[in-house]
């Protein structure tokens, strides 16, 4: 299978637990990617069923130049207590673009040396330790993509995530949801992140 059409250098593909307890740090990346200048894809934009997902899926990542890994949740969980493969499987993928294309990828963890347990494949890759905080998430972007040209300031971009945060909780009231993970939260979490850098001069117009 091959990508079909260059990859988006400024699109970050977000393949992270869906889970509430992720919530604050799901809406801190959302906020952070976009102060940067980026754009934050995920799964929510594909149909949860469908006999082309799979496809779909590699589509929408070999269509993103990077992509963000959070593979925290190695635990087993659900009524059937079985681990999450999708996270992996998808790091999988994006390993292959960059063999195939250049694509660049970035591990998160939110323990020190648990990913030496769980995924001793990808020994001599450092994961970036969040410690399941949204200050430690803005860490690990600023690591990962807070190089060349102007980056913002870490004040500046902890008002955006305070301010998206509250957006974000008055959108799930009105819908009477516990977390942001759906795709219409997804869409206009991304507007609403990309309209307040816009208003306070960290993303140029247009």
Same mark, same amino acid.
């Given at each position: 299978?091959?990508?079909?059409?260059?990859?988006?250098?400024?699109?970050?593909?977000?393949?992270?637990?869906?889970?509430?307890?992720?919530?604050?740090?799901?809406?801190?990346?959302?906020?952070?990617?976009?102060?940067?200048?980026?754009?934050?894809?995920?799964?929510?934009?594909?149909?949860?069923? /469908?006999?082309?997902?799979?496809?779909?899926?590699?589509?929408?990542?070999?269509?993103?130049?990077?992509?963000?890994?959070?593979?925290?949740?190695?635990?087993?969980?659900?009524?059937?207590?079985?681990?999450?493969?999708?996270?992996?499987?998808?790091?999988?993928?994006?390993?292959?673009?960059?063999?195939?294309? /250049?694509?660049?990828?970035?591990?998160?963890?939110?323990?020190?040396?648990?990913?030496?347990?769980?995924?001793?494949?990808?020994? /001599?890759?450092?994961?970036?330790?969040?410690?399941?905080?949204?200050?430690?998430?803005?860490?690990?972007?600023?690591?990962?993509?807070?190089? /060349?040209?102007?980056?913002?300031?870490?004040?500046?971009?902890?008002?955006?995530?305070?301010?998206?945060?509250?957006?974000?909780?008055?959108?799930?009231?009105?819908?009477?949801?516990?977390?942001?993970?759906?795709?219409?939260?997804?869409?206009?979490?991304?507007?609403?992140?990309?309209?307040?850098?816009?208003?306070?001069?960290?993303?140029?117009?247009?």
């Amino acid at each position: 299978m091959q990508a079909t059409a260059p990859a988006d250098q400024q699109s970050v593909f977000l393949n992270v637990p869906f889970d509430r307890e992720y919530s604050p740090l799901f809406v801190t990346l959302i906020a952070v990617l976009t102060g940067l200048g980026r754009k934050p894809r995920c799964v929510l934009e594909i149909p949860a069923a /469908g006999r082309d997902r799979l496809d779909r899926i590699f589509e929408l990542l070999s269509g993103c130049g990077s992509s963000l890994h959070d593979l925290s949740r190695v635990a087993l969980s659900g009524p059937l207590q079985v681990p999450r493969f999708n996270m992996p499987f998808e790091l999988g993928i994006a390993y292959c673009l960059r063999k195939q294309s /250049g694509h660049r990828f970035f591990v998160m963890e939110e323990r020190a040396f648990r990913l030496q347990a769980s995924l001793s494949d990808l020994n /001599g890759l450092d994961p970036h330790i969040h410690e399941g905080t949204q200050a430690g998430i803005l860490a690990c972007l600023l690591d990962c993509f807070g190089t /060349g040209g102007r980056t913002p300031e870490v004040k500046e971009l902890k008002g955006l995530t305070s301010k998206l945060s509250r957006i974000t909780l008055r959108l799930q009231r009105e819908q009477s949801r516990s977390d942001p993970f759906s795709p219409h939260l997804f869409r206009r979490a991304v507007e609403a992140a990309t309209e307040l850098a816009r208003l306070e001069g960290l993303i140029a117009e247009g």
